[in-house]
C-alpha cells in the first residue's frame, strides 16, 4: 500500500496486488464501505504500478529517472515559494 502525503491526493492511496482475481475480488468487496464515515471509492489504476511493471518485465527505467527530476523540481520551486512569502511578509511590515 502507498498513501502519499501531499494535500492534492489526500485520504487517497494505492493498494498493489499481483492477481487480478483477487483484486477484483478485493474492490467489489470493499466499494461503498464506510471508512471513517465516508463509504470508500475504489477503481483500478489508470496505469500500471512500477512493482507490477516491473513483474510484468516492461518497466522503463527513464520514466523513473524523470519522475525523480520533476519531484526534485517542483520541491525546488516549493522552496522558492515559501521564501517569497516571507521576503513578502518582511516587506508589509517595514
Do not use: C, W
Not at 478485493?26 to 461503498?32: D, F, P, S, V, Y
Not at 510484468?56 to 522558492?80: P, Q, W
Amino acid at each position: 500500500m502507498h498513501a502519499k502525503k501531499n494535500i492534492r491526493v489526500r485520504g487517497q492511496a494505492f493498494v498493489v496486488m499481483k492477481d487480478l482475481k483477487m483484486a477484483e475480488t478485493a474492490i467489489k468487496t470493499l466499494r461503498g464501505y464506510p471508512f471513517y464515515g465516508k463509504p470508500m471509492r475504489l477503481n483500478f489504476a489508470k496505469t500500471d504500478s512500477d512493482l507490477i511493471a516491473k513483474l510484468n518485465g516492461n518497466f522503463d527505467d527513464n520514466i523513473l529517472k524523470k519522475r525523480l527530476v520533476r519531484h526534485e523540481a517542483d520541491l525546488k520551486a516549493r522552496e522558492i515559494k515559501q521564501k517569497r512569502k516571507v521576503i513578502d511578509r518582511l516587506i508589509k511590515l517595514k
